[in-house]
């Protein structure tokens, strides 16, 4: 028998279709683990409800299950499933938190702020369900944004604690996997984030592509088309380093220094490229069928399910409850 893939384990929040911060940032990588990991990627919909609700929960789903797929993801591959669908991840949660000081969760950077917002229990608990979700499928790499390192963090700190009082490793300490682009410049040379309404959606028409970047700010400085331009001082230029490859990028950057291309040549050239690379998630997103999808999180919800359940045996085993499930 071959030896047993290495495990991998993500989940996204479902805030519905997905932009191109969320590609390149973290799906591009989950798209490349498939082939030599056991993936699984799963909606964190519980972790959802800590934040402030946008679209109905099955249209949020969806569109962004449609565009893992479009991406890439392969559920012949990986297996995908729904948190919500998971009674293992709350009953690992809910035995976790009997051992988990709170300071460990108040100190974990970004509470408070959020705290401020939307203050609840659930928000407390963020990143213990975080790690239930890793432990209970016993991963040991997990592809995320920069921003989830201190949640990995916490994680490790948990599973060592239990290891600690099993006696034994149960549990692996999860990596985090973190992509080589962390952070996409949005239309506004902000984070590109959708809420804060400068994103490139995936799927997003052709057309509004051109339009969105024709409206993007430039290097400040560069005022005239005859200006010379910087592009270290242009959130154009970021996308590029993000989208285009250096040999496309250099004669580009040469033209933005001596003034031979204007911002709307230079954006052209981005935009084509962002166009080119959404084709095929645009093909194959118009090839899915919503039956389909959603019989697809069924199997691997079952799937992901069964594995869970025999790690919450071993759990049980651990702290001494009878009988089995
Ligand atoms: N907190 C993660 C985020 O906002 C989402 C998430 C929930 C997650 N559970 C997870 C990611 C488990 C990786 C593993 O991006
Ligand atoms: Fe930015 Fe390109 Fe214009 Fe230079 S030419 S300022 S890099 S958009």
């Known amino acids: 028998m071959n030896a047993p893939l290495p495990r991998v384990i993500s989940g996204m929040r479902p805030t519905g279709a997905l932009h191109l911060g969320h590609y390149h940032g973290v799906l591009k990588t989950w798209v490349s683990l498939q082939a030599e990991h056991d993936c699984r990627f799963f909606v964190a919909d519980w972790h959802a409800l800590t934040g402030p609700q946008a ?13 893992w797929l479009a991406a890439g993801i392969d559920p012949e591959r990986a297996t995908l499933f ?46 213990l369900l975080q790690a239930a979700d890793i ?38 300490m999860p990596q985090a996997r973190f992509s080589d682009a ?15 309404g400068n994103a490139i959606a995936m799927r ?20 005239h088309r005859h200006d010379a331009g910087d592009p270290g ?22 033209g933005c220094r001596t003034a031979q291309i204007g911002c709307l040549d230079c954006k052209g050239v981005l935009a084509d490229r962002i166009v080119a ?3 095929p998630w645009r093909e ?8 389909q999808v959603h019989w697809l999180v069924e199997v691997g919800t079952e799937r992901a399910r069964a594995y869970a359940r025999k790690t919450l045996r071993e759990v049980r085993e651990v702290l001494s409850f009878q009988g089995d499930a």
């Open 182 to 196: 962390p952070r996409l410049t949005g239309l506004d040379g902000q984070k590109m984030s959708k809420s804060a």
């Open 204 to 223: 997003e028409a052709p057309a509004n592509v051109h339009a969105k970047l024709r409206a993007m700010p430039t290097d400040p400085q560069r005022v």
């Open 82 to 127: 729904l948190q919500s669908r998971m009674p293992e991840h709350a009953e690992l949660f809910t035995l976790l938190a009997m051992h988990t000081p709170v300071a460990w969760l108040e100190r974990v950077p970004g509470y408070r702020e959020r705290a401020e917002d939307h203050p609840s229990y659930g928000l407390l608990g963020y990143p």
């Open 277 to 279: 690379q959404q084709q």
């Open 135 to 172: 432990l209970a499928h016993k991963g040991e790499w997990v592809p995320v944004g920069q921003d989830q390192a201190a949640h990995l963090e916490l994680t490790r700190e948990v599973a060592r604690r239990f290891n600690h009082r099993a006696g034994r490793a149960i549990f692996p």
């Open 284 to 291: 194959r997103a118009a090839a899915l069928e919503p039956k």
């Open 55 to 67: 679209l109905p929960h099955d249209d949020a789903v969806y569109e962004m299950v449609v565009d």
């Open 233 to 254: 001082r242009c959130p154009v230029w970021a996308l590029h380093e993000v989208v285009c490859d250096a040999t496309e990028r250099q004669p580009l950057a040469q």
